[in-house]
């Protein structure tokens, strides 16, 4: 960093520290985050009924972890409101009394984002589970916080619509807006930050905003600052997401799914970056290396070639689609690649997807008893053969079980980083295994996280991909919306001297 550059972040920080400090807690001023006392959970259970109140040790300690590798850290209760005015209401709470207030999903993250690790109060919004509006006529879907991607796709059936993102798991939509998730689709559709057009939010001070407008869902918009894209991938800090207004699509005609094998690792990057200069409209294209694949046909008992392997989906008319597979089989031709098969049938697809769907489940079995840690980086596909390759050649020197798979059509991957129980220190060497492969990532212009967010465990790379400024200006909107720091406290923003979670508050006055 620039003296020049931390002069100004320095001025930045002195400057934000002032014009929100007269909003904030009533009752709360001293420099500790207040402890939820009985008092106060009389209050949540007469305002939500004791069904909806647990301090039970079995349901926090569920509530206090993710997929992550981060040890659990469990909040002091958990509630589960039935409404937005019940969720303003917990959030007001909350803030008169300086309490975290942690967001719950369907706990599928894999960076530590609900760990209460200042404790606090978790609002589980599984019990939030509408579909309050389909409109097929303006591709739109509006859902509540304990609506999953697979529910809404179901309850779309009869539509002719769906809504493609799908990053894996069956995660909540406001939980995916919340992260600003992608997926296997995002090279044809795009992430959640695309395809969410209006969200309802709880504001830490209990307020209800809507950033597009209520009830407004406009395929274009310019009026005032993009209220929408800043929440989407906020993780919580800034608000609770309670209803989601998604863009859908229409269900293709047809889809095909097909599969190739390539010699080398740069073999496969440069027919992913030829089959999208070709313009060729793929629907998903995803790569894992010969670890992983040889991981799928131990577990899945297939016969894959142990390779470095595409796989690939089409999506479109019949004729455009089989178009769209002539050409893209000249281009794995011509770069080495062999085994192409593809398949139009459902049950075919499925069975050619396979090992792709198994992946995390296949690696984990190659050290039973393992914790998994799962990378996520993004890099310019220009880059991305040299950092997939360079990557595996610190893996195996680390003497670790690591396949690699990855989103390439986006320049995203994962590598599937085993810490195994009979090996000393195998966690810490799995961290810094980690480290490196964002630090790499982050030397050749890419990010330290392409769509498994920040969370707890990658706050250390934020200045180092945004700059000192960009944090400070991250901290600005932080303070801004949530000066006294109630909002899932300790993720996102790397530590500093002025966050309460290492022993300071914003004073109030």
Request: net charge negative; hydrophobic share 40%.
């Amino acid at each position: 960093m620039t003296m020049h550059s931390r002069r100004v972040a320095q001025k930045l920080n002195f400057l934000l520290y002032r014009p929100f400090l007269t909003c904030g807690a009533k009752k709360y001023v001293s420099r500790e985050y207040g402890k939820v006392s009985a008092a106060i959970v009389d209050e949540l259970t007469s305002a939500l009924g004791a069904e909806n109140v647990s301090t039970s040790v079995a349901v926090r300690e569920h509530h206090g972890h993710d997929e992550s590798f981060h040890s659990s850290k469990p909040p002091e209760v958990v509630v589960w409101p039935t409404n937005v005015e019940l969720v303003s209401k917990v959030v007001g709470l909350c803030n008169e009394n300086a309490i975290p207030v942690i967001p719950f999903g369907t706990g599928t993250g894999m960076e530590g984002g609900v760990l209460a690790v200042q404790g606090g109060i978790c609002i589980n919004l599984t019990k939030m589970d509408q579909v309050v509006d389909v409109s097929p006529d303006d591709f739109t879907a509006t859902v509540q916080p304990g609506v999953t991607r697979m529910a809404l796709n179901a309850y779309l059936r009869d539509t002719g619509m769906w809504f493609p993102i799908d990053p894996g798991a069956d995660a909540s939509l406001c939980g995916m807006a919340a992260t600003s998730a992608s997926g296997t689709n995002a090279v044809r559709y795009g992430t959640m930050r695309e395809n969410v057009a209006n969200m309802e939010v709880v504001l830490p001070d209990g307020r209800i905003l809507h950033t597009s407008g209520k009830g407004r869902a406009t395929k274009k918009t310019v009026a005032g600052y993009n209220l929408t894209n800043l929440f989407v991938g906020s993780e919580g800090t800034l608000g609770v997401i309670t209803q989601a207004t998604l863009r859908l699509y229409g269900i293709p005609e047809s889809m095909v799914s097909a599969i190739c094998s390539f010699p080398d690792i740069k073999s496969a990057i440069e027919t992913t970056v030829q089959i999208l200069q070709c313009g060729i409209p793929i629907a998903r294209i995803e790569f894992l290396d010969e670890v992983q694949m040889d991981a799928c046909n131990r577990y899945g008992k297939l016969d894959y070639r142990v390779a470095p392997t595409l796989f690939l989906e089409f999506h479109g008319s019949e004729k455009t689609i089989n178009q769209q597979v002539t050409e893209v089989g000249d281009v794995v031709r011509e770069n080495g690649g062999t085994d192409f098969q593809w398949a139009e049938d459902e049950e075919e697809r499925k069975r050619l997807w396979q090992a792709r769907h198994e992946a995390w489940y296949a690696a984990k079995a190659l050290a039973p008893g393992c914790t998994a840690y799962s990378t996520d980086v993004c890099v310019p596909l220009s880059k991305l053969s040299e950092v997939i390759v360079e990557s595996r050649k610190d893996i195996e020197a680390a003497g670790v079980k690591g396949p690699m798979i990855g989103h390439v059509g986006d320049g995203n991957f994962h590598a599937l980083l085993l810490a195994e129980p009979t090996k000393p220190d195998a966690k810490q060497t799995v961290i810094s295994l980690a480290k490196s492969i964002a630090r790499r990532a982050l030397s050749v212009g890419g990010t330290c996280t392409g769509e498994h967010g920040i969370g707890l465990g990658k706050r250390m790379f934020l200045e180092d991909e945004l700059g000192a400024v960009g944090v400070a200006a991250m901290r600005m909107v932080k303070r801004a919306f949530d000066p006294n720091n109630i909002m899932n406290p300790g993720k996102v923003l790397p530590s500093g001297d002025d966050d309460r979670e290492d022993g300071e508050s914003v004073k109030l006055q």
